[in-house]
């Protein structure tokens, strides 16, 4: 009865704020998405599809184009004057020729696209015309019905022609210089052209089985490898791409088949193969320049249990996926890399599916579970005290930090206590009654754009003794005992477009401030945007951001290491993307990976400490563990 009653007065309260909070969450979700979908980079990458034996398809060309494949292939044979493609001659059917199934609307798409193969300039295309039968038979009705689509195809009559290549049963090459030269020809590994003759080569294709036996999993043994990546690089040496048929698909394949060389990859699947070249580019990531990691000294680690400070450190979203990710691309180093002190938790709330920000920040901030959308409150709407206000009473203080919004959900989680996590002006309005921070940085909430209630607040802040800032500098410099800062978006756009390492500084001038005030301090300090990459499904993204708070981490560990009563712990709300590694190179500091989402997933995430009481944080948890043993050490050590 209770939860029916807790749900009426719940959806009464949010219905009576759903007007006034509408433009509100708009407000923010833009905000989100420009950061989220800002500098996104345009798809530019050597890998290209080749549609084989595309007249196979259920739907022949237009599958493959509006894929985005930039090569075709058409198996011919003449039939009563006319050329049909087909695997077989006995595959002939009516009406299924090369100009019904392909030239006609190719010629329509270059008309449409104002004289491109597609829309998209990057793009070319070419038509890969596998002969089935004598090229003395087939070649001058081809050649006949190629001249009227010669508008498309000869460079001499427009600057993005698409290109015609032969295969199959071809002429010698010493006879390619009798056709014409905008007719070009697949050519062979094994052949050594004139200086003449690779004018007319269009492309140098092999069987995969002529090299290796490989069935696509794992990479080919050495000396297949070495083989394919001679040939490969010479005809890149002679300017040409270089395809391999009879290749397995998968993205594994492709992955190595790209390693070895080969420009073009063979499928018979181009939806499957668009998905994965549309994501390449956001899949990936390379570090350009390495970090040191700090070595901590390990003389506090887990050995006794009087912790005086914590230092929280949550990244946003972030997994085991991110964290290697981040290992990965800095050689194998990382400030996290050095915690020796490492648990596992379970990130469920009481919602049907995986956890929001919302009720994940209530675990942590809490030690209790409560349903997604909510702030600090438990099941029934009853507000919840955090680790701020528990340890009050214990003479400590406490400092809130986010790379994000400030009245976001998990940082907001620590100071306030709400039905709805998105009531950004309510949760921001609840400080100026709040006893139980001292320090609160992070961005301005979209509100606050209107001058008006940026004021009223202000006025509202000062009455409860805080200053309100708004520059990172200010914040730095001030010797004020409680501050908010609103920082603007220019200070905290992402990392991948400009943004220093502000985690870092943030905190260590949160600790120097609150280091010698009463019996000791509580610091949070939340990286927001790996989550924000996560949602974006971008690696160069999620991976910037959690180098970024590595660093940061290795800031609280020197300072532990310098304090000797610090405890620090690194967790996460959750992980978001389910991000997979496919591929890690550490000496080139390059990684491939996968997000199998775009939201929040119910994976595992890991939970690493240092420090005296470190040793209480291993092992397998609920995230609501996390509150219990930060407040259990707290309470034992202050005795």
């Known amino acids: 009865m209770k939860e029916i009653l807790y749900t009426l007065t719940f959806f009464a309260t949010c219905c009576g704020s759903l007007a006034l909070q509408a433009q509100e969450i708009v407000d923010m979700r833009h905000h989100f998405e420009q950061l989220m979908f800002s500098g996104k980079k345009i798809q530019q990458h050597s890998m290209r599809g080749h549609s084989h034996n595309d007249y ?70 070419q038509l890969l015309l596998d002969l089935k039968e004598d090229y003395r038979r087939l070649m001058p009705p081809l050649l006949s019905l190629l001249e009227r689509y010669r508008f498309m195809l000869d460079p001499l009559q427009t600057p993005h022609p698409v290109r015609i290549v032969i295969s199959g049963n071809m002429p010698e090459p010493s006879e390619f210089s009798k056709f014409p030269s905008w007719v070009y020809f697949d050519g062979r590994p094994t052949i050594d052209y004139t200086h003449e003759q690779i004018k007319h080569v269009g492309m140098i294709s ?12 794992g990479v080919p043994p050495r000396r297949d490898m070495q083989k394919i990546m001679q040939d490969s690089k010479r005809a890149k040496d002679l300017g040409i791409s270089f395809r391999l048929w009879g290749t397995p698909e998968s993205v594994n394949t492709w992955i190595v088949l790209e390693k070895m060389g080969v420009s073009w990859l063979n499928t018979d699947k181009p939806v499957e193969l668009k998905l994965y070249l549309d994501d390449l580019v956001s899949a990936r990531f390379q570090l350009s320049k390495e970090y040191p990691v700090y070595h901590p000294t390990y003389l506090s680690d887990g050995e006794n249990d009087e912790v005086r400070n914590v230092i929280l450190l949550i990244g946003d979203g ?213 989550d924000y990459g996560g949602h974006a499904r971008d690696l160069t993204y999620v991976t910037s951001e959690t180098l970024d708070f590595d660093q940061a981490v290795g800031d609280a560990l020197r300072f532990a290491d310098q304090d000797g009563h610090t405890l620090v712990i690194v967790v996460a ?12 190179d550490s000496n080139q500091q390059t990684i491939q990976g996968n997000f199998a989402s775009n939201d929040h997933s119910s994976m595992l995430v890991p939970v690493m400490a240092y420090g005296p009481g470190a040793r209480h944080f291993s092992g397998f948890y609920q995230n609501t563990v996390i509150f219990d043993r930060i407040i259990n050490l707290l309470e034992r050590s202050k005795r």
């Open 318 to 530: 972030m997994g085991l996926g991110h964290i290697q990710a981040a290992l990965a691309v800095n050689k194998g180093k990382s400030n996290m890399g050095m915690m020796r002190h490492i648990g596992f938790s379970f990130t469920s709330s009481y919602s049907p599916g995986n956890t929001d920000s919302g009720a994940g920040g209530t675990a942590i901030a809490t030690g209790v579970k409560t349903f997604n959308g909510m702030l600090s409150v438990d099941t029934v709407g009853n507000p919840l005290a955090a680790i701020p206000s528990k340890i009050v009473s214990l003479g400590m203080h406490s400092g809130i930090i986010s790379t994000g919004d400030a009245s976001d959900a998990t940082p907001a989680a620590f100071y306030t206590s709400h039905l709805d996590r998105n009531a950004s002006e309510e949760i921001s309005a609840s400080l100026q009654h709040n006893k139980t921070i001292d320090i609160l940085v992070g961005g301005k909430p979209s509100v606050y754009q209107n001058a008006q209630k940026w004021k009223a607040l202000e006025v509202g802040l000062r009455k409860n003794g805080f200053t309100l800032l708004r520059e990172k500098n200010d914040f730095l410099k001030s010797t004020e005992k409680k501050i908010v800062v609103y920082l603007p978006d220019s200070t905290l756009k992402p990392i991948k477009d400009g943004r220093g390492p502000i985690l870092s500084e943030l905190l260590l001038s949160t600790v120097n401030k609150l280091k010698n005030r009463g019996k000791g301090f509580f610091v949070m300090a939340e990286s927001a945007q790996i």
């Open 56 to 125: 196979e398809q259920e739907v022949p060309f237009f599958t493959a184009y509006s894929a985005g494949m930039e090569s075709i292939e058409i198996d011919l044979f003449l039939h009563n004057d006319s050329l049909y493609a087909a695997h077989e001659k006995s595959n002939i059917r009516s009406g299924r020729t090369l100009e019904e199934l392909y030239l006609k609307p190719l010629a329509m798409k270059f008309r449409s696209n104002e004289g491109r193969p597609f829309a998209d300039s990057l793009k070319t295309l």
């Open 206 to 217: 092999e069987d995969l089985h002529t090299y290796t036996d490989w069935n696509g999993k």
């Open 573 to 584: 709300d959750h992980e978001t993307g389910a991000l997979t590694l496919l591929d890690v």
